[in-house]
């Protein structure tokens, strides 16, 4: 399968080869740390000079080259450094799975994919936002992607040209190995969590992600509150997902009710509001037996006439308000 995926996302000859001046800044700033410091090691003459578009390692790979005679061409010209660059992003950018052959009615180069086309891949491509150290700002000439383990830089090349049209500058993975679940005793293991793959990708055109909530102001925050809102219902489906875990929680008991309320700073306004309820009512009773002494209505009197009360009947005295 692997072999296959290297080389059937290809439908396009070749990606462009000028690379812009921001994405190759993206590029240097993404170098790893390892390539960094065995470049602060080289000696100032093998360095590139000032204002050169060449890394210290496409420079060492140019000066090779040129001190070997491998970089004259057939009509004898030799590339600078800029065009020798350009014919270097084109070969990286280039896509596997290709060839062009002549064509037989025009006579012209066509390309023609190698091997068995796949319409449908069954992969995913989780794409997360970068990873920016604090204090610096995000760079968005850089994509990263959760991918399966057993796709290569070279499908995740072809798969991002070929289904989305995006052309990427560098490619740069690291397998992620989940740790074992093991036994409360730890005798044997029973399971992992999801073992994946991170591809960070440098890109030619930028891409921005989305503004987040927290971002916007209050104007815009509450549009988007709102368009969520509308369509997918997510304080409905929070409430209901929070009452069922709820119901879920408390089946054994007798005595427990659902109220409406799950946090406790609701449940305690909804138990002042009673109380403000009760006091209210209790406060219009005592009004309206003040106004009784003072017009000489009786207080308290019997419920009905004066009956002896039946056996297990209360004798006592009712307020009729």
Not at 234 to 257: C, D, N, P, Y
Not at 265 to 281: G, T, V
Not at 301 to 311: F, I, L, M, Q, V
Request: proline residues 7%.
């Amino acid at each position: 399968m692997q072999s296959v995926l290297r080389r059937l996302y290809t439908t396009k000859a070749f990606a462009e080869t000028a690379l812009p001046h921001h994405a190759a800044l993206a590029r240097e700033a993404s170098t790893p740390l390892a390539v960094r410091e065995r470049r602060l090691k080289k000696s100032p003459e093998f360095l590139p000079p000032p204002g050169s578009p060449l890394t210290p390692t496409e420079h060492a790979t140019y000066m090779r080259q040129l001190a070997k005679g491998q970089l004259r061409y057939k009509d004898g010209h030799i590339p600078t450094p800029a065009e020798w660059l350009d014919a270097l992003n084109a070969r990286r950018s280039r896509l596997r799975g290709i060839t062009s052959v002549p064509s037989k009615r025009t006579n012209a180069l066509e390309t023609r994919v190698v091997g068995q086309k796949i319409y449908l891949p069954n992969i995913i491509f989780k794409m997360v936002r970068n990873h920016a150290p604090m204090g610096k700002p995000y760079n968005p000439y850089e994509a990263t992607f959760r991918i399966p383990p057993s796709v290569t830089k070279t499908d995740v090349r072809s798969y991002l040209w070929t289904v989305y049209g995006v052309k990427t500058t560098y490619i740069r993975t690291a397998n992620y190995i989940s740790p074992l679940r093991r036994t409360q005793l730890g005798l044997r293991p029973v399971g992992s969590h999801r073992t994946y793959k991170r591809a960070v990708v440098g890109l030619v055109d930028p891409f921005y992600y989305p503004q987040d909530m927290e971002d916007m102001d209050k104007l815009e925050r509450k549009k988007r509150e709102k368009w969520l809102e509308e369509r997918f219902a997510l304080k409905l489906v929070t409430r209901m997902r929070r009452h069922e875990l709820i119901r879920m929680s408390q089946a054994g008991s007798k005595t427990w009710r659902l109220t409406g309320h799950v946090r406790r700073d609701k449940i305690l306004q909804s138990i002042a509001r009673r109380r403000a309820l009760d006091a209210r009512d209790l406060k219009q009773v005592e009004t309206e037996l003040a106004e009784r002494r003072a017009t000489g209505h009786p207080v308290l009197r019997d419920k009905g006439g004066r009956t002896k009360p039946a056996k297990g009947q209360s004798s006592k005295k009712v307020l009729t308000v």
